[in-house]
């Protein structure tokens, strides 16, 4: 099966813990991204990555980092830093060109204890 | 920044009456996308539109663009109540990334 996979779908952590969501995709698109979305929201894009080895900020970058070492997986690791990490973390793809539908994931619910 | 700005916030409806949402944006783009979002879930792809087309339709949606008013509509015909879920307009300024409006709840009664 073609898609994109989040891993773990429900995460909990305590206040001061580093913790890393999991993003993989099988569909050999270029194209990577993190959004974060607060209840009753729209989306809001955190980093995102145009081909390996290379990404770029997006509109909330403070207290997130990500990695982009394979095609496949664009890991985003929320740190201690981030003041209000609780929030629903969105992952998606898209083939590169002027045509950029973007494939989601289904999400993972982050909670700070 | 968020571009896209999505009317009504929250729309309720029959089963088999339309449903139209509308979205405005601030600067030019090279196309809008609409996905919807079902409570908890991912975001699918709905429709996409370029800056030079006016109008496109797939099965019961149907898409308009109007540059020069900075506008897209959404209608879904015929409404059912599997339609209920978010919808969300995107638009792509740059070639590399989207941004997201705030959305329409839809909401249809059985």
């Known amino acids: 099966d073609g898609g994109i996979t989040q891993s773990p779908k429900y995460l909990f952590r305590k206040e001061g813990q580093n913790v890393t969501l999991s993003c993989e995709q099988n569909l050999n698109h270029d194209a990577m991204y993190w959004y974060r979305q607060d209840p009753g929201q729209g989306l809001r894009l955190i980093y995102y990555?145009?081909?390996?080895?290379?990404?770029q900020k997006g509109d909330i970058a403070e207290g997130y980092s990500v990695s982009r070492e394979k095609k496949e997986s664009f890991p985003l690791t929320v740190t201690s830093a981030q003041k209000n990490p609780t929030a629903f973390y969105l992952c998606?793809?898209?083939?590169?060109?002027?045509?950029?539908?973007?494939?989601f994931g289904p999400g993972t619910r982050l909670t700070v204890l | 920044s968020q571009q896209g700005e999505e009317d009504p916030q929250a729309l309720s409806i029959q089963e088999g009456e339309n449903a139209t949402m509308n979205c405005s944006y601030k600067?030019?783009?090279?196309?809008l996308q609409w996905y919807r979002q079902n409570s908890g879930r991912g975001l699918v792809h709905l429709i996409l539109i370029r800056s030079n087309e006016r109008e496109k339709h797939s099965g019961r949606l149907r898409v308009t663009l109007d540059t020069s008013k900075k506008s897209s509509s959404l209608l879904i015909t015929a409404s059912r109540a599997a339609d209920t879920a978010s919808y969300f307009c995107a638009t792509d300024a740059s070639g590399s990334r989207l941004t997201f409006g705030e959305g329409t709840q839809l909401t249809v009664n059985p």
């Open positions: 990555s145009q081909i390996v080895n290379d990404f």
């Open positions: 998606a793809s898209s083939p590169q060109g002027l045509r950029n539908e973007q494939f």
């Open positions: 600067t030019s783009i090279n196309n």
